[in-house]
């Protein structure tokens, strides 16, 4: 195992790329990891977009729909890994983007990821809320499970996350690593649960050649438009590793740590995500109740498990989602801090201030009011209690942060020869890997926007606004506004990443770092 660079090779680098040392440099390598595996955490998104899945496609989009797409995913993860070795920054993509091609490429690729990263965060944390409803209910059943409860919990849940960032900085990365464990433990935990909690389980030809289509369009379109919105599950669990790149500039030995953490986060998460979705399908004895709910996975548990196994399901489920929201506020905060540190976000003198302990406090608090805001339209309903606000805040999430992923790649792939990679490299195999990424990357991007349910699609006879995937609009007023502020003003003063040491700081020694 390589050991990590002493820091003073880190803040070297850092220099060379331009900025000084201004956040604390205390994480390991095992916690640049641990932050991109809780961020995915497969205690989340398996659980709260499994109905996503089960109503589009069935056993089918789950049992192979997820191998397939991780592998798509592992290979967008495998092209970025090389650009973090190359650039460790906490701008991340963005910055990369900025560097190998121009200050327009920052300027998209930045709105991009931060989109996307607030997006991440309301979703992540308003599934949080849902199964703290749930679970709250369990055990007092007069708190009721109702859209008013869980936005409340969901307030209460942002604003704890921004608190653990903003007064616990060390203890940060301390979490990140026990996340990890409770997410290995607690998904053995589960998968042993419905294992041998149940009387009886499906047949393997159910798991692995089921097909549903509860979405309400025709089985005609099952397999060109029904079974891809299927994977919005996989899209959408194992994404946001680009956290490695974001806290890179707090990890020590950064050129190598964060590349080998970002890739392997996706691998293993793939791997024990599989592994967890099997076993709530095996489990899945009662179809119609099933069916009924929605396709919520908690009608899983309720119809195979006697209630204290299933409480503790939704526990474990729950916990480990607190732990995924949590870092999704530390990723999201270092994004909005490097993004303002250039200049780019209004008000930015105040986004990329820190404080005494070296923690952004004002980029913390910014990005969770707006993942507060963004999230406002789960307060309705749709006619057919599905989630579709929460699907679409999820879509919004996906689609921002893959086409944040794209440009770079893009960009490298252009660049050929001319780039130099850092001690994690592809090698000669970067051109089929980035073209392949680039490929996957537009197909969902479409798919994504597209309507989740017929109620949804413009013009037809029982179109309803609460049903529409907002996806669309959000990214489509983001798109027009970032590129209209470009054309008509950030063009001229937005030069892309701002160095904050000069040319002698660059390249002589630092000054050690507390």
Aim: hydrophobic residues 50%.
């Amino acid at each position: 195992m390589t050991e990590p660079a002493p820091v003073d090779e880190d803040a070297r680098r850092l220099a060379e790329l331009g900025y000084k040392q201004e956040l604390s440099r205390t994480w390991s390598g095992f916690s640049n990891f641990a932050i991109s595996f809780s961020i995915i955490s497969i205690l989340a998104g398996c659980f709260t977009t499994f109905g996503q899945a089960w109503n589009n496609g069935g056993p089918v989009a789950i049992s192979w729909g997820w191998p397939l797409i991780s592998v798509f995913i592992l290979i967008i993860g495998l092209c970025m890994s090389e650009l973090v070795s190359a650039y460790p920054t906490a701008g991340g993509i963005y910055w990369w983007a900025a560097k190998m091609g121009r200050p327009v490429h920052g300027w998209f690729t930045g709105w991009f990821n931060l989109i996307g990263l607030i997006a991440v965060t309301a979703s992540v944390d308003y599934g949080c809320a849902t199964f703290m409803n749930i679970t709250v209910n369990r055990f007092a059943p007069g708190f009721e499970v109702s859209l008013g409860n869980t936005f409340i919990l969901f307030a209460v849940v942002l604003v704890l996350h921004a608190l653990i960032n903003v007064y616990s900085h060390r203890l940060i990365s301390v979490l990140q690593n026990v996340s990890v464990w409770w997410h290995v433990f607690g998904a053995a935990a589960v998968v042993l649960i419905l294992v041998f909690g149940p009387d009886s389980h499906q047949s393997m030809s159910f798991v692995f050649t089921e097909t549903i289509n509860n979405s309400g369009f025709s089985d005609t379109s099952y397999w060109f438009y029904v079974l891809p919105l299927g994977f919005l599950l996989t899209q959408y669990t194992i994404t946001g590793f680009d956290a490695c790149a974001h806290v890179s500039e707090e990890t020590q030995g950064a050129s190598t740590a964060a590349a080998r953490g970002l890739w392997q986060s996706i691998f293993y998460s793939a791997i024990g995500g599989w592994i967890v979705l099997l076993a709530f399908l095996f489990a899945a004895t009662d179809v119609q109740a099933v069916n009924e709910a929605g396709g919520f996975v908690g009608a899983i548990f309720d119809s195979a498990l006697p209630g204290n196994l299933a409480t503790a399901i939704f526990a474990i489920s729950t916990v480990g989602q607190f732990f995924c929201g949590m870092s999704c506020v530390t990723s999201m905060s270092r994004m909005t801090y490097a993004f303002s540190r250039d200049g780019a976000i209004p008000g930015w003198r105040l986004w990329s201030r820190v404080d005494a302990n070296r923690t952004p406090v004002n980029a913390i608090v910014f990005g969770c009011v707006l993942a507060l805001a963004l999230t406002l339209p789960a307060l309705y309903e749709a006619p057919n209690g599905l989630p579709l606000a929460f699907y679409a805040v999820v879509s919004v999430a996906v689609i921002g942060l893959y086409l944040a992923f794209l440009i770079p790649i893009w960009l490298r792939l252009r660049m050929g020869d001319r780039f130099e990679p850092g001690p994690w490299t592809l090698g000669r195999r970067y051109r089929v890997m980035c073209w392949i990424a680039i490929v996957e990357i537009a197909v969902v991007s479409v798919y994504f926007v597209m309507p989740l349910v017929p109620e949804a699609v413009p013009f037809s006879e029982d179109f309803t606004w609460t049903a529409v995937n907002y996806a669309p609009i959000v990214v489509g007023v983001m798109v027009l506004s970032v590129g209209l502020w470009w054309a008509l003003s950030a063009r001229h003063w937005f030069t892309g990443p701002r160095r904050t040491v000069d040319d002698d700081a660059a390249t002589g020694e630092p000054e050690p770092v507390p």
